[in-house]
């Protein structure tokens, strides 16, 4: 029995030892950034002030940074402070991320359209999608979108999208046809909800009014 109460004692003693002997970090610096706000990154990461220095934890946060639209390269450097205190410095490169869109075509009737839009994967330097976009196909559309995945936190944002749509349909009638100004002009509100690095849902309602006027072709007069 005394021997046993021993190997107890010991394994309690090398239990505490080791839990008192945690490395923690002291800080989390972010470096290399422009556009995105600090602020923003340090509320994504696992590694915070005051918690303890675990590499799963520093692996994990690089592959989710890795994974945000306005980073092309993220990596760590861990460096001593005092007392088994460390600081991380998160080094981040940054994407460009305001990119133009810009098309010329011809439609089945021989209309010239073209299509001018703009769009900032990093609004405001909190990973958030706004633009929109002009097109002209003979009829004036256009579209508002706005995607903010971690609006209200790491894992819960909110995504917004307004469309008006035009262009020229065909409509069958057995062997006949006639041509329609199709008009679509919706409404989109979906919450967004990150589950883990790989994977997320999103849910919400989309209100849409479609319209059809006459244009050309077969004319039905019931």
Same mark, same amino acid.
């Given at each position: 029995m005394k021997f046993k109460s021993i190997i107890f004692f010991l394994f309690l003693l !090398? &239990?505490? @030892? &080791? *839990? &008192? $002997?945690?490395? !923690? %970090?002291? =800080?989390?610096? !972010?470096?290399?950034?422009?556009?995105?706000?600090?602020?923003?990154?340090?509320?994504?990461?696992?590694?915070?002030?005051?918690?303890?220095? =675990?590499? %799963?934890?520093? =692996?994990?946060? !690089?592959? @989710?940074?890795?994974?945000?639209?306005?980073?092309?390269?993220?990596? *760590? $450097?861990?460096? *001593?402070?005092?007392d088994k205190a460390y600081n991380v410095f998160i080094n981040i490169e940054e994407n460009f991320t305001i990119l133009p869109q810009v098309n010329f075509w011809t439609t089945t009737n021989s209309q010239f359209a073209y299509k001018l839009g703009m769009y900032d994967y990093n609004f405001l330097g909190r990973n958030i999608t706004f633009g929109g976009f002009y097109q002209n196909n003979g009829f004036d559309s256009y579209a508002i979108n706005f995607k903010a995945p971690n609006l209200f936190s790491k894992k819960w944002g909110l995504a917004l999208n307004h469309q008006n749509w035009k262009s020229e349909e065909p409509l069958y009638f057995g062997d006949k046809t006639a041509n329609y100004l199709y008009n679509n002009i919706s409404f989109e509100v979906l919450g967004l909800h990150q589950i883990n690095v790989k994977n997320q849902i999103e849910f919400g309602v989309n209100f849409f009014n479609e319209k059809y006027q006459f244009l050309s072709g077969f004319h039905d007069p019931k």
């Open positions: !090398i &239990s505490t @030892l &080791s *839990y &008192s $002997q945690e490395n !923690i %970090i002291a =800080d989390v610096k !972010i470096k290399g950034i422009k556009k995105t706000k600090p602020t923003f990154i340090k509320s994504l990461l696992l590694s915070k002030k005051g918690e303890k220095l =675990d590499s %799963i934890s520093l =692996d994990k946060d !690089i592959i @989710l940074l890795k994974r945000l639209p306005s980073v092309s390269h993220a990596y *760590y $450097q861990v460096f *001593y402070s005092h």
